[in-house]
């Protein structure tokens, strides 16, 4: 089991222009969320996606931030004409739905480093 | 609303004594699963121990344990015999049955071990 795959592990993009950032989550897993994670804010909920279907996005800012999970094997979190406030490491997360012993346990992803200049 | 607090924001011990975490949350759900999880320095977020919100008895899991006081929505971490290696940046997370099970963390204590 290779754990949570996160692509790229560093990402610098000038600002305007778009970032996507790529999650594959742990087999079987079907649960999958994604956090920014900055000194100031800490770990952000962004969005969470249950059976690939978008569950809760109520931490995304609307208007540049859209995620998808167009298949149990990925999600993809894209920043539309980046800004300087958007730098921070971005993490994904999947774990089991719900269910018993250790079904609940989050298993995180290494991070995104995104840096808008 | 679901909210998960911790105060402390830099702890430092002396390796081999007792060290406690303080977290506070807030849920209007009867059922919950509570969780720390740890954050080291090269970034790697793990997952070190969870409580049941139906469960009397604190978890425990090697030299982590737990310090669960519904009445009061905390959630301590206790970790006996610190250890060098232990100084990371700990996290407390909430994860709630009505919220679709969306986890939620609180912004995280540095704890700092020192020889």
């Known amino acids: 089991n290779a754990g949570v795959i996160q692509t790229p592990r560093h990402k610098v993009t000038g600002k305007g222009q778009e970032a996507t950032l790529w999650c594959e989550p742990i087999?079987?897993?079907?649960?999958v969320f994604w956090y920014r994670q900055t000194i100031v804010q800490g770990l952000e909920f962004l969005t969470y996606f249950r059976n690939q279907a978008p569950i809760d996005d109520s931490g995304m800012p609307k208007e540049r931030f859209s995620a998808q999970m167009p298949n149990q094997s990925h999600s993809t979190l894209k920043i539309q004409s980046t800004q300087p406030q958007d730098s921070a490491v971005y993490l994904c997360?999947?774990?089991?739905?719900?269910?018993?012993?250790?079904?609940?346990?989050?298993?995180f992803g290494a991070g995104t480093r995104l840096s808008v200049l | 609303a679901q909210k998960v607090t911790q105060t402390q924001t830099s702890i430092s011990v002396m390796e081999k004594t007792t060290v406690t975490m303080d977290c506070v949350y807030e849920t209007q759900d009867s059922s919950y699963f509570l969780f720390w999880y740890k954050q080291t320095a090269s970034g790697e977020i793990v997952f070190l121990i969870r409580q049941d919100s139906y469960k009397k008895e604190n978890a425990t899991v090697g030299h982590y344990s737990l310090n669960f006081q519904k009445p009061k929505s905390s959630i301590g971490l206790i970790i006996t015999a610190t250890q060098i290696e232990d100084s990371a940046v700990y996290f407390c997370a909430m994860r709630e049955f009505t919220n679709a099970y969306k986890v939620i963390f609180g912004k995280g204590t540095h704890l700092h071990v020192l020889p």
């Open positions: 997360a999947s774990s089991f739905d719900w269910g018993g012993d250790g079904q609940n346990t989050l298993y």
């Open positions: 087999s079987g897993h079907s649960a």
